[in-house]
């Protein structure tokens, strides 16, 4: 069954050109042209992802994203202005996938979306936990102290990739590849910026200290409350 792509975006031009491309790479499509309209569209039946692009009339594409957050991990492609890095951080720390910039090339595009929809589908047996985490990949579910966590697709891949590896090191290029599903760029600082996501939800450790850590230069490490690592 083919997954289906919302394309929201006000250049109907662009959004015809990238739609025709996904349909001929086996996606159905689905389109809408402002905020508002990409936010109902987004929270309907049948959608599997969504590209969203930040210039929108209405409600711009940083506020659909905050809106769409509130209750769903829709997987999210931005689409931001070429060089503007701020839009590109706001859209990561409101809950965006990955982002592309404008004008993007619709390979890449179709890439980046395979790799969001294959982490959103991505099933595995083994629960894993540490200490009051439990982490359930078949269901694509967290908890915390017995509390869901809602986190993006993206959030929770990373989530997997250090509670399977807990007390290791994680290089970074690891995480890019298990979390966006690309080997990392020079000045590409996206896996920070969910990684600083994921820290907030999931809250530090009773003693206080941060559950996941930075090795600086090299990536982060899960750690237990019983470790002495500081």
Excluded: W
Excluded at 73 to 99: F, N, S
Excluded at 149 to 172: I, M, P
Excluded at 198 to 227: F, H, M, N, S, W
């Amino acid at each position: 069954m083919a997954e289906t792509i919302l394309i929201a975006d006000d250049d109907e031009e662009l959004v015809e050109l990238l739609g025709e491309y996904l349909r001929q790479e086996g996606f159905d499509v689905r389109m809408a042209h402002d905020g508002q309209a990409a936010l109902d569209a987004a929270r309907a039946p049948g959608v599997d992802a969504m590209v969203l692009d930040i210039m929108m009339p209405g409600q711009s594409g940083l506020e659909v994203l905050k809106a769409l957050r509130r209750d769903s991990a829709l997987p999210v492609v931005m689409l931001t202005a070429r060089g503007e890095d701020l839009d590109r951080i706001l859209g990561l720390e409101l809950g965006a996938d990955d982002y592309l910039p404008k004008p993007c090339n619709p390979r890449e595009l179709v890439a980046r979306l395979r790799a969001v929809l294959r982490r959103a589908g991505g099933m595995m047996a083994e629960v894993l936990r540490a200490d009051d985490v439990e982490l359930r990949p078949s269901s694509r579910e967290l908890r915390v102290d017995g509390q869901p966590v809602a986190l993006t697709s993206t959030e929770f891949s990373l989530a997997q990739a250090l509670l399977s590896r807990v007390g290791q090191v994680v290089d970074k290029r690891d995480l890019y590849l298990a979390a966006l599903g690309r080997e990392p760029v020079r000045f590409d600082r996206s896996i920070d910026m969910h990684m600083s996501n994921l820290r907030r939800k999931l809250g530090p450790l009773a003693d206080g200290r941060e559950r996941i850590q930075t090795v600086r230069g090299i990536g982060y490490q899960y750690v237990l409350a019983a470790d002495g690592a500081g």
